[in-house]
Structure formats: structure tokens, C-alpha cells
């Protein structure tokens, strides 16, 4: 079976300084897909990232990078010098991939981000 | 292009109605997937089509809820004899099958049963 641990209910930060957002996951699969999520306020979920298993190499987007480490089972997110629109709930996912088919996903629990002035 | 809609945004009911709940996917999406958010907690998957046919409903939590999809679009998940539990966000996604596997969520329904 499939699991999403997000060990972090809430953190709290000061705008401009850097936070990271641990994910770590259980699966028996090789092959899967891992994605970040943010729901803000308003409540619709936002896609940010969607990582296979094959592909260790770590992302950056702008203030927003992502560290795979298979070794560990670990999916975390860094937002670097956050800002207030940053304040959301962060959810970490994990989808099967099966060829050619899609599949649910499996969430963690989510992380509270809040970031003040 | 628009995106994942849902209606109605907010359903307030009475313990033992019935209730539907309505999906409309992002035109062209063949995967469409229902969830569930308690307050406070992460989604629940519910059911997932491919097409017209739910090849998963492991999510399902009881008899009294269903979902159908027609014409690879719109989908309905009904819930029987509603109970208190029962309230939650009901979310909907949808995907283009193909090795992306993003989904894309609509805004949900806010569903509380009285």
C-alpha cells in the first residue's frame, strides 16, 4: 500500500526566510510519480510538480525547488525567501504509473505554511 | 481554457436526504477522479473513471455512495440517507491519460449535513 507522511503539521516563518516542507513516502512500485500541491485560502488546489521515479534530479522555479531523494524515500520542498502569499497548505502526493493508464493519488496529510510580515 | 467546475459550491442538507453532486471536467480529460476533505485533513480518494467506466472505487466508503460519468464529461456523485460524517469538501479532478498524470482540481462543494 501506498503512503504519504508529511511529519510537519504547521510551520511558521518570517517573510524572507527560506523553509523547507518535508515529504516522505512508502510504495512498492519502481516506477511513480511524485507531486506538490497548495491549497491557499481560497481552497482550489494548485499544481506546482510532478516528479517521476526515474528522475533524481533536483528542480528549481523561481523561489520554489524540490529535492528528490530516492535513496531516503523523500520528496521536500524549499521555498527560498518566502513571502506572505506563500501562507497556504501544502500537500505532497503519490500517484502509481501504470503505462498508458492514470491513477489515483495518495496524499499526505499537509503542511500548514504561514508566513508573516 | 477553462478549467475543473463544480456545482453547487456550498449544499447544506438534512441528515438522511440524498444529495448530488456535480462534476464538469476540463474538456478533452478521459480521467476523472473524485475526493474527499474532512476539515483539516489531506484528500481522501473516492472513485476514479476512465472514460464512462470506474475502474477504481476502492474509495467508496459505503453503499450509499455512487457516481456515474456520461458522455466521457460531466459526472455525478450521489450520496445516499446523508449522515453528520458525511460532511466534508467533495473535490474533483480531472487528466489527460497519458504519462503526465497531472490532475487538475475544481474549486469543490462544501457539503455539511445538519
Redesign the interface.
Known amino acids: 500500500a501506498q503512503k504519504v507522511t508529511q511529519a510537519q503539521t504547521e510551520i511558521s516563518v518570517v517573510e524572507k526566510e527560506d523553509v523547507t516542507l518535508d515529504c516522505v513516502y512508502e510504495t512498492r512500485d519502481t516506477t511513480y510519480?511524485l507531486?506538490w500541491?497548495k491549497q491557499p485560502p481560497?481552497?482550489?488546489?494548485v499544481?506546482l510538480i510532478?516528479r517521476n521515479s526515474f528522475d533524481e534530479q533536483n528542480e528549481i522555479s523561481g523561489r520554489y525547488s524540490w529535492n528528490f531523494q530516492k535513496s531516503t524515500s523523500s520528496f521536500n520542498f524549499t521555498i527560498t525567501a518566502s513571502q506572505v502569499v506563500d501562507s497556504a497548505v501544502y500537500?505532497c502526493?503519490l500517484?502509481e504509473?501504470y503505462?498508458?493508464?492514470?491513477?489515483?493519488?495518495?496524499?499526505?496529510?499537509?503542511t500548514r505554511l504561514q508566513v508573516t510580515l | 481554457g477553462a478549467g475543473v467546475s463544480q456545482s453547487p459550491s456550498n449544499k447544506v442538507t438534512e441528515k438522511g436526504k440524498d444529495v448530488e453532486l456535480r462534476c464538469d471536467p476540463i474538456s478533452g480529460h478521459?480521467?476523472l477522479?473524485w475526493?474527499r476533505q474532512r476539515l483539516g485533513?489531506?484528500?481522501?480518494?473516492l472513485i476514479?473513471f476512465?472514460g464512462n467506466s470506474a475502474?477504481?472505487k476502492s474509495?467508496l466508503p459505503s453503499d450509499r455512495f455512487s457516481a456515474e460519468r456520461t458522455g466521457e464529461s460531466v459526472s455525478t456523485l450521489t450520496i445516499q440517507r446523508t449522515q453528520q460524517e458525511d460532511s466534508a469538501?467533495y473535490?474533483c479532478?480531472s487528466?489527460l491519460?497519458s504519462?503526465?498524470?497531472?490532475?487538475?482540481?475544481?474549486?469543490?462543494t462544501r457539503l455539511t449535513v445538519t
Request: cysteine-free; overall charge negative.
Open positions: 510519480y507531486f500541491y481560497s481552497g482550489e488546489l499544481f510532478r500537500f502526493a500517484s504509473a503505462t498508458g493508464t492514470a491513477s489515483k493519488l495518495t496524499f499526505g496529510t499537509g | 478521459t480521467a477522479y475526493y485533513q489531506g484528500l481522501e480518494f476514479y476512465q475502474p477504481d474509495g469538501v473535490l479532478a487528466s491519460v504519462l503526465s498524470y497531472e490532475q487538475y482540481f475544481g474549486p469543490g
